[in-house]
C-alpha cells in the first residue's frame, strides 16, 4: 500500500520529524461556532511584523492569517516557514491560519506545520493530488482546508468533505491585498454553507478579499463565519475601533 509515511521520505527534516509528531498547532484552534476575524498580514508593515500581530490579536482578532505567495501560482512574493516560526518566538499564541498560494503544495507543508501553522489552506487546482495533501496536512495536526478562487467550482469538496476543517472562499482573485470584493462570492458562499450544513460537519467557512466593515454583516448573512480582511484593518490608525466596527456588523447579521 502506498502510504502517507512513504510519501513523506520525500520531504524535508522538518516534514519528516513534524510527521513524527511534532506537529502541535491544532490544540490552538477552537473550531466553536462564533465568528471569527483574521487579521491578513499582507497589508502589515512588514518591518515591524511582530509588534504588528501583537497589536492586531490586543486588539481583539482572534486569527493571525498568513499568505503565502511563490510568484508562480501567483504573480507575488511574499514570506515563508521562517517567519511563521518567528512570530511563534514572538510569543504568539493565537491560531495561525497558512493559506498556501504555491504550487506544488506539499514539500512545505512540513516546514509550516513545523513552524506552528495551526490551519493549512491550499488551493485544489496547486496539487496533484488533493486527497493525498489533504491528509499529510492532518497527518501533521493541524487542521485542513481547501481554498477555491472566484471561478473556480467547489466540484471537488463532493470527495473530501470529510477530510476539510475549513473552506476558504476567494472574494479576490488571489496574489494582492487592497482589492475589490467580488459580488458573485455571496452565491458562491451560501453554496458553500449548504454543503457544509448538509455534511453536518463542523467546518469554518472563511472568506479572504475585500472585506470591509461595510460589507462584512452581508458576508455573514450568506453563510461566512471567518473573515479575513487586510488593508481594512491594517491600512487604519487604530485597529481595535475597525474590528470593534467589525464585531458590531456581525452582531447585526446573527
Ligand atoms: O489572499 C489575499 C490576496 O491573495 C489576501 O489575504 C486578501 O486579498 C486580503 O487583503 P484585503 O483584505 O486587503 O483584500
Redesign the pocket.
Known amino acids: 500500500m502506498f502510504t502517507l509515511l512513504s510519501t513523506s521520505l520525500a520531504f524535508s527534516p522538518a516534514a519528516r520529524s513534524a510527521m513524527a509528531g511534532r506537529g502541535h498547532a491544532a490544540s490552538a484552534v477552537s473550531m466553536a461556532s462564533d465568528f471569527l476575524i483574521a487579521p ?1 498580514i ?2 502589515a508593515d512588514f518591518a515591524r511584523l511582530g509588534d504588528e500581530v501583537t497589536n492586531v490579536l490586543a486588539s481583539g482578532a482572534d486569527v493571525v ?1 498568513f ?1 503565502v ?1 511563490d510568484n508562480h501560482y ?1 504573480p ?1 512574493l511574499t514570506i515563508g516557514p521562517m517567519v511563521c516560526k518567528a512570530l511563534r518566538k514572538h510569543g504568539v499564541t493565537a491560531p495561525i491560519d497558512v ?1 498556501l ?1 504555491v504550487s506544488p503544495v506539499d514539500r512545505i507543508i512540513g516546514d509550516f506545520a513545523e513552524a506552528g501553522a495551526s490551519y493549512i489552506t491550499f488551493h485544489p487546482e496547486a496539487t496533484g493530488h488533493i486527497d493525498r495533501s489533504l491528509q499529510l496536512v492532518k497527518s501533521l495536526g493541524c487542521k485542513s482546508g481547501l481554498v477555491f478562487n472566484p471561478a473556480t467550482p467547489l466540484d471537488c469538496l463532493e470527495y473530501v468533505m470529510d477530510k476539510v476543517d475549513i473552506i476558504l472562499l ?1 472574494s ?8 475589490a ?1 467580488i459580488p458573485a462570492t455571496l452565491d458562491k458562499l451560501r453554496q458553500a454553507r449548504a454543503l457544509i450544513d448538509k455534511s453536518g460537519r463542523d467546518i469554518r467557512l472563511e472568506i ?5 466593515p461595510k460589507n462584512i454583516g452581508e458576508i455573514a448573512a450568506a453563510g461566512a463565519d471567518m473573515f ?6 491594517f ?1 487604519t490608525p487604530d485597529y481595535k475601533a475597525t474590528i470593534d466596527v467589525m464585531r458590531a456588523e456581525l452582531a447585526k447579521a446573527k
Open positions: 491578513s499582507l497589508s492569517h499568505d505567495m501567483v507575488n493559506h498560494m476567494m479576490v482573485n488571489p496574489g494582492f491585498g487592497g482589492q470584493f479572504d478579499g475585500g472585506v470591509t479575513v480582511a487586510g488593508s481594512a484593518i491600512n
